[in-house]
């Protein structure tokens, strides 16, 4: 409730009295004198609050342009009796009085700010031509200190000599005074739109900046070596960049600032620090021990991305270069195919190594290390071929005694190998070749590592590739079955034999369409005399032809007692599966032969020998005639010369001359050279294997 004794009064609204001009001049004198004040740094007996008001009645009393005026003509004054004096400074002290000059100003301008904030809201609003009085007073500091000519140029030579001694190592004055000046050029440039920055500084710095590199990197690379140059480079690279941190220097100045070092550094001599002899990234790639410079070297020119082409094209050339050197080796015949395809997994090993530390991974440079590859290694079928031998090798003896892991890590390289191969239906040609023999001679080390590697190719190539392997794998898992119901079916038809019997084991790829197989054993004496009792008996497996290497050759002729054993089984072949034909490849067979030697009853010696086919059908002759020619056996077996020629060899030589030659030297004379059974041959073994030589062995004969 509104108390009843307390009284109001209403009075009349107090009459608009406009400032005159002379009251406007005294205002604006007490508003000078302050800034005076606070110039001098005396404002603490000053009242902000009265000083404000007093500009506030101004401006409200349309007297804002002698204020505006009035402030400019005092901060010029200041700012006139500042530059003299920093005019007169010496050159050991300009940089510091330029920037307590600097300071003193901001710390003033921020103040008459305060003071005139109502201007700046209102009269600066309504004259869009008329500058906030902070935005003034830095305006009026660079066109009145700033650009005088004994300030601007030296304190720009100053500031760059300064920058000049740090990188010469030596020391300078504080950075403090360089990044106060620097800040100073920034905020001026800034505050009026002016380029004072770029214009006073920043082109001069950095075309001094380019200029030092240039010289310091020519003379370091002609005295020092490439990794002495790439550590230099690295620290000069990070010198510039903590100066810049330092230096408060503004995005606009780094990016540049980097690019201009990065390139005098870098891009300038990219190519050259790759070609330097014994030192360059070239010469260091023959090094295995030099990957942390290496590695050294591609962070260098990573900064610079096209210059890490130089360093890819540096690596491929490596590469290149020792795969051609490969290559010749084969070619002369200082490495056999085995020792290519190591030859090759060391490089890719030790150059994989590289692209993984020294390039970090990089995927172009993994790209460039596998076209390198694809290119010497598709130069022709050579690499194909030497794979497949080198495969070879593996499932028949190099993988022996190797566990699970072990096989599969020396299967995954020859797929790292077999990736690079262009046309690799020439691999499987030459794969397929040698799987036939391992199968068929029952020398793999083990069914596990064979079905391993297809599997690889399968994974790689997809099942096409691999149906024909498989479908060899399948036919000799069908051939064990049909040997086991055969011998089963021999055992209700076994009579009696003769002695000397023995069995033989033989087959390759049919030459026509449907199964086919081949196989032989036989006995022999080295009596013409001596008769057989016994059937021979034979192992047969049975082949599809269109999953086998296809064999060209005729059959030979094989004699009388394996062509009845022949037949025997194929009576029984057939007449389980009728309507199929068997073609019998006798250029692969092998056979075991009881053959007996000495001059005299009492000194006898027999030994079973280990022969092709071939063989079989030559030594058997020699139990109807000591001595035959060339011609003769020819005609009696019908074996292609070339062959006959092989053959004929690997029984004449010095450790298993089962048959004497009668022209001297390797070389078969020709069809009236004769050859006679040697009963004089001995070996220390009961078991002897009769190996073929090879083709080139045979290069003399006519």
């Known amino acids: ?118 201007m700046d809201r209102t009269y600066v609003q309504q004259n869009r031509h008329r500058r906030p009085v902070y935005e003034l007073g830095l305006h009026l500091f660079r066109v009145t200190v700033w650009e005088h000519d004994r300030v601007q140029p030296r304190v720009t030579e100053l500031l760059l000599r300064a920058i000049a001694s740090e990188r010469a190592g030596l020391l300078t004055d504080d950075r403090t005074l360089l990044k106060s000046n620097l800040g100073m050029l920034l905020e001026l440039g800034s505050a009026d739109g002016s380029n004072v920055y770029e214009r006073d500084f920043e082109s001069l710095f950095l075309g001094t900046t380019q200029e030092f590199y240039r010289l310091e990197s020519l003379d370091y690379l002609s005295r020092n070596t490439a990794s002495d140059y790439v550590t230099k480079a690295r620290s000069r690279i990070e010198e510039e960049r903590n100066r810049a941190a330092a230096l408060g220097l503004p995005p606009t100045t780094e990016a540049p600032l980097g690019n201009i070092v990065e390139t005098e550094l870098i891009e300038r001599h990219a190519r050259t620090l790759v070609a330097m002899e014994n030192s360059g990234f070239a010469a260091l790639l023959r090094d295995e021990t030099k990957l942390g410079e290496l590695a050294d070297m591609y962070d260098l020119f990573v900064r610079v991305p096209g210059s890490v082409d130089h360093l890819r094209d540096a690596l491929a050339e490596r590469v290149k270069s020792d795969g051609r050197g490969l290559v010749s080796d084969q070619e002369r015949g200082a490495a056999d195919p085995p ?69 599969n890590a020396e299967l995954n390289k020859v797929i790292v190998v077999f990736r690079y191969l262009s046309d690799k239906d020439v691999f499987e040609a030459f794969y397929k070749q040698h799987l036939a023999r391992r199968l068929l001679g029952g020398r793999s080390v083990s069914d596990e590592a064979e079905r391993a590697m297809v599997s690889q190719l399968k994974a790689e190539c997809g099942y096409q590739f691999t149906s024909k392997l498989e479908g060899m794998f399948n036919d000799m898992r069908i051939s064990r079955d049909t040997r086991d119901a055969y011998k089963q079916h021999k055992k209700t038809l076994a009579q009696a034999g003769a002695a000397g019997a023995s069995i033989g084991r033989g087959g390759d790829a049919g030459s026509s369409k449907g199964n086919a197989g081949a196989g032989a054993g036989a006995t022999s004496s080295s009596s013409p005399s001596a008769q057989q009792a016994k059937p021979v008996d034979i192992e047969v497996d049975v082949l599809t032809a269109g999953y086998w290497p296809s064999q060209n050759v005729p059959s030979c002729t094989l004699p009388p007692s394996v062509t009845a054993a022949v037949s025997r089984f194929q009576d029984f072949y057939l007449q389980k599966h009728t309507g199929r034909k068997l073609s019998w490849q006798t250029s692969t067979g092998t056979a075991e032969l009881r053959a007996t030697f000495g001059s005299s009853p009492d000194k006898l010696r027999r030994h079973d020998l280990s022969v092709s086919t071939y063989q079989m059908c030559i030594l058997i002759l020699f139990n109807d005639s000591p001595k035959l020619t060339l011609r003769q056996i020819r005609t009696a077996t019908g074996v292609p010369d070339a062959e006959l020629r092989r053959h004929l060899i690997s029984l004449c030589t010095p450790r298993h001359r089962i048959l004497r030659k009668g022209s001297k030297g390797k070389a078969i004379a020709g069809d009236d050279d004769t050859f006679a059974f040697n009963p004089d041959y001995s070996s220390k073994y009961k078991r002897v294997r009769v190996p073929l030589v090879s083709m080139k062995e045979t290069g003399g004969a006519s």
């Open 339 to 407: 020792a290519f395809v190591r030859g090759v997994l060391r490089m890719r090993e030790r150059y994989g190594l590289v692209v993984e530390r020294a390039f970090r991974g990089e995927k172009k440079a993994a790209r460039r290390l596998k076209e390198s590859f694809e290119d010497f290694l598709n130069a022709d079928a050579r690499a194909a071929s030497c794979l497949a031998v080198y495969v070879d090798e593996l499932l028949r003896s190099g993988l022996k005694g190797a566990d699970e892991p072990a096989v």
């Open 1 to 118: 409730m509104a108390d009843k004794g307390k009284k109001f009064t209403i009075k009349p609204f107090r009459t608009y009295v406009q400032m005159d001009q002379q009251g406007a001049s005294q205002i604006w004198n007490s508003l000078a004198d302050a800034i005076d004040e606070i110039h001098n740094r005396n404002a603490s007996s000053l009242s902000f609050e009265e000083l404000y008001r007093n500009a506030y009645n101004l401006v409200l009393h349309k007297h804002g342009a002698l204020l505006y005026e009035g402030v400019a003509d005092k901060l010029s004054s200041h700012l006139l009796r500042t530059v003299e004096r920093l005019a007169r400074a010496e050159d050991g002290t300009l940089l510091e009085e330029v920037s307590h000059a600097w300071s003193e100003h901001r710390i003033t301008m921020v103040m008459v700010r305060d003071i005139l904030m109502y």
